[in-house]
Each structure stands twice: as C-alpha cells, then as structure tokens.
C-alpha cells in the first residue's frame, strides 16, 4: 500500500507528544497510543484520501510520484479509503475513553477535517482561505488533543503559542500552494494561490511566518527563543517576494528546502521543550 508523504507524518505526532508529555510528564497507555495515531493511521487517512480523490489532477502535477505525494494507482483507492476507516476508528474510541467532552470534540474535529479537506462535496482544499485554516488545523489539532487528553488548562500563554503555530501552518500551506498554481489551474482546482495570486500567495506567507515569529516573543520564557525559529522560513520565502504566476513553479526549490527545515526546526523545538522540562 502506497500513501503519500512518509517523512512529514512526525509533524503531527510531535505536537501530540510534546504537549502531552509537558503536562503529564509521564509516558503512559495514552501517550503510546496517541502518538502511533497520530504518527500512522491519522496521516494515513489525511494523504491517503487526498491521494484518492485527486487522482486526476496529480497525474497533471509533475511534482507526484515521490516524496511530494504518491501516484496511487485506481485499483488500490478504495482499500486506502477502508483501511483509512478500520485504523482510525478504533483508535479514536481508544483515545476517546480517556478523556471527557472537551477532548472528544477535538477528536472530531480532528477527523473531520481530515475528511473534509479532500473528501468530494466537502473538498475544503478547494475553497480559497478554508484550505490554509483547514491544513494547518490538521497540525495544531493534535497538539490541542494532547493537552485535553493530558487534562492541561489552554490559558493565555498556551494560545499564543497555539495561535503561532496555527499561522506557521497556514504560512506553510499557503506556500505550498504557490508551485501548483499551473497544475491545479489546468484541472480546474481552486486554492488560495490560484484566487490570490503567487506574488500575493507568497507575500502572504511570508508576513504570516512573521506573525507567528512575533507571537512566541509574547510567551513566557523560554518561549521567545522560538521565534528565531521561524527565521529560515522566512530567508527561504523571501527571494520569491516578485514571483509571478507564469514563473511560480520556481517555488518547488524553496518548497523542498522546506521539508528540510521543518526537521531542523524540529530539532530546535526539542532542545526548547527539554529547556522548559528542566525548569519547571
């Protein structure tokens, strides 16, 4: 079974992780089952259904076939939608018996927007805007169930943290989006790149990825120092400030760097929660 995108899937089982280890401070049944969800059956259901119903415009997209996203073949869709099914749905049970109301609805929501962003009728990745919220909201969700699950209070520093986050994702997405301009145009897809523009799109992103930067200056400490991470994102956006649509496949250089980044950000954010470890 082929499924896209193997080497980002600890992206949302680090945030699970992280927030409930910072909480608990203990590895228990909770902390192994939520991070196997979300590094495996979760990511498998969010690629996996995408990979699905956007079959026809990948075969359009020169970046498919690699680690930028599978070229799934028609025979294996849906048994990628049923195990999709079978694998997520008892791990949400699981999860869900551990926590109370709170917990459960982010657990659905979760879910649901894995559904929702791909999913025909739904197709949230097709609605410029609701596409940026909804991808980056697939990255954040796990850190909010973690801290739910964890019995943890969201007070303000945890929202500033979580708003960062959650404009570091939608930055992310929308960048992203800028290298498809062409192919998704030709199959008559819509994101916020092909409504707004590449030069708009990156702008965009880039002014996000500083928003987010200035939003951990406001955190408690350490918290500040996570706004250096956000740095390389922004050196690696800027040069295409000027890109055009014409030209916006460009971007896929910086877009790979990206991937790069993100396990080099990864690892700085470790050092910073290991720091706050100590602390407290």
């Known amino acids: 079974m082929l499924s896209s995108r193997p080497i980002s899937w600890v992206n949302t089982a680090f945030p699970f992780g992280a ?142 943290l979580l708003s960062a986050f959650f404009l570091w994702g939608m930055a992310a997405h929308a960048f992203g989006a800028v290298q498809d301009i062409g192919p998704d145009r030709e199959a008559g897809i819509h994101s916020i790149a092909t409504a707004i523009g590449a030069r708009a799109t990156t702008r965009l992103a880039l002014l996000l990825w500083i928003a987010a930067g200035a939003l951990m200056l406001f955190t408690p400490w350490p918290g500040p120092l996570a706004a250096i991470i956000v740095v390389p994102y922004v050196v690696n956006c800027a040069p295409f400030w000027f890109v055009t649509d014409a030209n916006s496949a460009r971007t896929n250089r910086a877009w790979r760097r990206f991937i790069a980044l993100n396990f080099f950000a990864g690892f700085l954010t470790t050092l910073l929660l290991i720091l706050e470890w100590n602390r407290v």
Do not use: C, Q
């Not at 970046?63 to 070229?71: F, V, W």
């Not at 894995?114 to 796990?142: I, N």
């Open 19 to 160: 927030a409930y280890l910072l909480v608990t401070r203990e590895i228990d049944w909770v902390f192994v089952v939520g991070v196997l969800y979300f590094l495996i059956p979760y990511n498998f259901a969010m690629y996996g259904i995408n990979d699905v119903f956007d079959y026809a415009s990948d075969l359009a997209n020169p970046r498919k076939g690699g680690i930028e996203g599978a070229l799934l073949a028609p025979r294996l869709h849906r048994p990628t939608l049923w195990i999709a099914a079978l694998t997520n749905v008892p791990f949400l049970i699981l999860l869900g018996t551990a926590g109370g109301p709170a917990a459960w609805l982010a657990l659905a929501l979760s879910a649901f927007a894995v559904v929702a962003y791909s999913a025909p009728r739904l197709r949230f990745k097709e609605r410029p805007f609701l596409d940026s919220v909804t991808s980056s909201f697939h990255f954040v969700s796990p850190a909010i169930v973690g801290l739910l699950l964890a019995g943890g209070h969201i007070n303000g520093a945890l929202v500033l």
